[in-house]
């Protein structure tokens, strides 16, 4: 620790930005065991106890959130997964270095856009009057009239998981495509001597080759499960596809900010950090048990 004090020392500022951020508003978790009222300390409040969380899982409303959050979480990580590995594995084989920065410089554009104009292109594209989309299937014969994909509750998963891929997919990529180049270029040459094509050597040495970043990501992604996000259900959504774009983050506001049910809201965000934290460390004990790469 002494020869590396330069580092210790660079760091507290960081720590410092942590503890106070995120470990000492953790007090504010008492008011999910009570009647929270504004304009009253913390400790002057009337205790319930678990009431708020007997409450939260035999609502009805809270379970469907639930359902909406995971399926939409679990939709966006597997398609991000596989889409970022499929892009990278992909424009690792492109020879032409002009070709290849430039595709690189497109597919990572949209993630420097803000969701507000993401979810105003979508919407755009999906309009029933000039949407490129209903006019594209239109012309190929698809369909014989415009779709209202955003007022049907069975399209919205898949539009919010086909735009996280959009905006993603090419800064996904990055980190796997690091991963490539430390993989040895001596086992490319070995198995092209032994006659294997590109799709040979792709499933065979470069999948291979980036399994431990696979791992470490996919364990830290299950700690997210939770995290459906909010900034595009809440933009996309409206009245007709309520019952599938709620998710827990537009729950705590709904009831935190709109019912002034404080306690409710601060008991629905604890469940789902407590259950977070849960799988993070399940997901890093099962990888340890199989001998895989793991965080800790």
């Not at 270095?97 to 856009?113: C, D, M, N, V």
């Not at 415009?146 to 919010?160: D, Q, R, T």
């Not at 935190?256 to 008991?267: D, E, I, P, R």
């Amino acid at each position: 620790m002494w020869s590396q004090r330069q580092l210790i020392w660079m760091s507290f500022p960081l720590l410092i930005y942590i503890v106070l951020f995120a470990y000492v508003p953790i007090w504010g978790w008492l008011m999910a065991f009570q009647q929270y009222r504004p304009g009253f300390s913390v400790f002057n409040q009337q205790w319930v106890g678990w009431d708020q969380f007997h409450f939260l899982f035999s609502d009805e409303g809270f379970l469907q959130v639930l359902r909406n959050t995971v399926a939409m979480s679990l939709i966006n990580m597997v398609l991000g997964f596989v889409t970022a590995i499929g892009f990278a594995i992909l424009l690792n084989e492109i020879r032409k270095s002009l070709a290849k920065r430039f595709i690189q410089t497109i597919s990572y554009l949209p993630h420097f856009l803000s969701w507000v104009i993401v979810t105003g292109i979508v919407a755009t594209s999906l309009s029933t009057e000039d949407g490129i989309v209903n006019i594209v299937l239109m012309k190929l014969h698809l369909i014989d009239s415009p779709i209202l994909w955003l007022g049907e509750g069975k399209y919205f998963w898949g539009i919010v998981g086909a735009s996280h891929v959009w905006k993603e997919v090419g800064w996904n990529a990055i980190i796997y495509l690091a991963a490539i180049a430390s993989v040895d270029p001596s086992l490319y040459e070995a198995a092209e001597i032994d006659g294997a094509n590109r799709y040979r050597k792709m499933l065979h040495i470069t999948l291979p080759g980036i399994k431990p970043v696979i791992i470490i990501l996919l364990i830290m992604n299950l700690g997210h499960i939770l995290d459906a996000g909010f900034e595009v259900q809440y933009l996309l959504g409206n009245g007709q596809v309520v019952d599938w774009s709620q998710t827990i983050d537009i729950f705590v506001l709904k009831y935190g900010l709109k019912v002034g049910n404080y306690s409710l809201a601060t008991a629905a965000g604890m469940f789902k950090t407590v259950v977070s934290i849960v799988l993070l460390f399940l997901a890093n004990s099962i990888a340890k048990r199989l001998g895989e790469e793991r965080l800790i």
